[in-house]
């Protein structure tokens, strides 16, 4: 989605922004924009599509050491030059970029036109620059406090005034940002990605908080006035690799990356000799844990299907009341939120509106919310303060693979310490955590003999239509397959319990139809063999996920993918990785852009 950078300092703006603005790329985007301040005002230069478009667009140079820049995702008004990034006010001497949305935009745009103020752009952002100039009178930190007031909605802003080229003003409300303190320079951004190139130390700004930044750092207030004395925190040291390392595209390297991903989320955590598992950032005791009746995941797309897989297990091992649910649909519904429920938000980036408005619902109603989340610092872990990072390491690619095993893996080492709590005994305890170590070495050992995935790439890439069904623990492993393969090749797909086929869905198949059935060994085994011959009957060719060594299965199949054995609530670890590689070949052999999918954002952060 949207993304910002902005650079003030000792060197040469222009080429530290499209190199920032590169780097954040990988979260999507449609047109780019960079507005420099010179000494007689704004040089703007603005493209629809690539950074690298924009980079041919600059290439007239400039020595400022002071601008702002944009990668825009469109909300507001269709993909054009005019609603491009960064936006000036009418006298081209204030330049603004945006994440967010305004949604009194249409009341300011009046009270602003009625002012006689033209508008160019169709955006919301827009009426920002028109509202800071009207509140402007030579000091830039107050003109921007003065015009968020008038503002309702959600922004992440960085303003620059070229009558001030020795500052910049930032500020944050919903949308996050980033200030990146180095030597001699300041880097802001909304994403650590575009940071790391020039430092680790950075300053989170919160929510309602307005920066003044300058080449020696920056002034951090609250949006309603006062000093705030934020400590300095340090990005992660894996941020920096943000390289293919071999691989064609990202989505490859971290499907690859996968038993590494998970051995990160599993190190110091699971111990077999106490058959439990301890995740400190809980802060939780035993008896905490206990008094726990019931749990709750909150998430979107891959997210709400890991913490699918995460409710089945905590039902199933701990015997507890638990479900997941989709964040859009649940902090729009004004939910009940039990006092002794214990939420978890999960999310990769950890800045996703919609997960972030469910947390947010969550303790408005006195709920006790805990974060899953890949992305340290983010938005999420801050509201939720406690939780657990997965340690997946940067996900770049748009569709997301690591991030997905490890919530999963995250999500499973909690059951074992709630099980333990409840009904499981030492003995049982020591084998789930054996399971659970257990849980890389399988993956390598898959990843190491993937199997025929080209051949049921090959029965998938040219299908009008196809499906992908599976029950209990497999049955989210079909609906993130399905989404998978949607995202990256974009071959019309849905995903059913295999146990609904006969109530809908059959109706859909026809001689030929694919059908990718994920059947590992385990309490529903038996019972998809029926649902696998009940579609053959009606023409569909199936691709089998299944136990190795289970011949039966392999043998009904006209694709067998087999991985390697594995306890029930581990499975999805295992078969969720062929259909990443099915998608990711699909897409290849479809000619996608497989790291940065048409329509789609890597961080979701509007609602
Ligand atoms: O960053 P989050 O985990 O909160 O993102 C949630 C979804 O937007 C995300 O999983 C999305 O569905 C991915 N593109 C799936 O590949």
Redesign the pocket.
């Known amino acids: 989605m949207c993304g910002i950078i902005a650079y003030i300092g000792d060197q040469e703006a222009l080429p530290r922004l499209i190199e920032g603005l590169r780097r954040l790329e990988y979260r999507g985007y449609d047109s780019a924009g960079v507005a420099l301040i010179e000494p007689d005002g704004v040089w703007l230069r603005r493209a629809v599509g690539r950074v690298a478009g924009l980079a041919a667009e600059t290439s007239d140079g400039c020595t400022s050491k002071v601008g702002i820049a944009h990668t825009r995702w469109a909300t507001h008004g269709g993909v054009t030059l005019e609603n491009t990034h960064p936006h000036l006010d009418a006298t081209h001497r204030i330049a603004v970029v945006h994440n967010g949305i305004i949604e009194n935009m249409e009341a300011l745009k009046a009270v602003l036109i009625a002012d006689g103020v033209e508008f160019l752009s169709e955006t919301d952002t827009e009426v920002l620059p028109h509202l800071i100039r009207r509140h402007y009178t030579g000091d830039p930190l107050e003109a921007v406090r003065a015009a968020l007031s008038h503002v309702h909605g959600t922004y992440g802003i960085a303003v620059a005034f070229a009558d001030h080229p020795d500052v910049l003003i930032a500020a944050r409300f919903g949308s996050p940002l980033v200030i990146g303190l180095g030597d001699g320079e300041t880097v802001l951004a909304s994403d650590p990605q575009a940071i790391v190139a020039h430092t680790r130390r950075v300053l989170y700004l919160d929510d309602r908080e307005i920066a003044v930044i300058s080449a020696d750092g920056a002034k951090v207030q609250r949006l309603s006035g006062g000093d705030v004395n934020r400590d300095v925190s340090l990005i992660e040291a894996d941020y920096a690799v943000a390289e293919l390392g071999g691989h064609e595209h990202f989505m490859a390297k971290e499907i690859w990356e996968q038993p590494d991903a998970l051995l990160r989320c599993l190190r110091g955590r699971v111990q077999i000799e106490r058959g439990n598992a301890k995740l400190g950032g809980l802060n939780m005791t035993p008896r905490d844990m206990v008094n726990i009746r019931e749990v709750v995941t909150v998430?979107?797309?891959?997210?709400?299907?890991a913490g699918m897989v995460g409710s089945m297990a905590i039902e199933h091992l701990a015997r507890l009341p638990a479900h997941a649910e989709v964040?859009s649909e649940f902090r729009n519904r004004h939910p009940i939120i039990p006092p002794d429920a214990l939420y978890f938000a999960?999310?990769?980036?950890?800045?996703?509106a919609?997960?972030l408005g469910a947390v947010e619902e969550i303790l408005v109603k006195g709920g006790q919310v805990m974060g899953v989340v890949?992305?340290v610092g983010s938005s999420?872990a801050r509201t939720c303060g406690a939780g657990v990072y997965v340690y997946a390491g940067p996900e770049i690619?748009?569709?997301?693979?690591k991030?997905?095993t490890s919530?999963v893996t995250a999500l499973l080492v909690f059951t074992l310490m709630l099980a333990r709590t409840r009904n499981q005994s030492l003995a049982q305890g020591e084998n789930i955590a054996r399971a659970l170590l257990e849980a890389p070495d399988k993956l390598q050992e898959y990843l190491d003999d993937p199997g025929p995935i080209d051949a049921a790439a090959d029965l998938v890439k040219d299908a009008k239509y196809c499906m992908f069904m599976g029950r209990g623990f497999s049955y989210p492993v079909a609906l993130e397959g399905a989404?998978?393969l949607k995202?990256i090749s974009y071959v019309p797909c849905e995903a059913y319990p295999a146990g609904e086929m006969k109530h809908g869905p059959i109706a859909m198949l026809e001689d030929g139809t694919p059908v990718i059935v994920i059947a590992p060994r385990g309490s529903q085994r038996d019972k998809v063999i029926s649902n696998i011959k009940e579609v053959q009957a009606r023409g569909a060719r199936t691709i089998i996920v299944h136990t190795r060594g289970d011949d039966e299965m392999a043998r009904l199949a006209d694709v067998s993918i087999p991985v390697p054995e594995v306890r029930e609530f581990i499975s999805p670890l295992l078969t969720v990785v062929p259909l990443q590689l099915l998608a990711y070949k699909v897409g290849i052999a479809l000619g996608r852009d497989i790291d940065k999918p048409r329509n789609?954002?890597?961080?979701?952060t509007v609602e």
């Open positions: 998430g979107c797309g891959t997210a709400y299907h964040a999960v999310s990769q980036s950890g800045e996703t919609d997960t890949n992305v999420i690619a748009v569709a997301s693979t991030a997905f919530q989404l998978k995202e789609l954002a890597k961080s979701v």
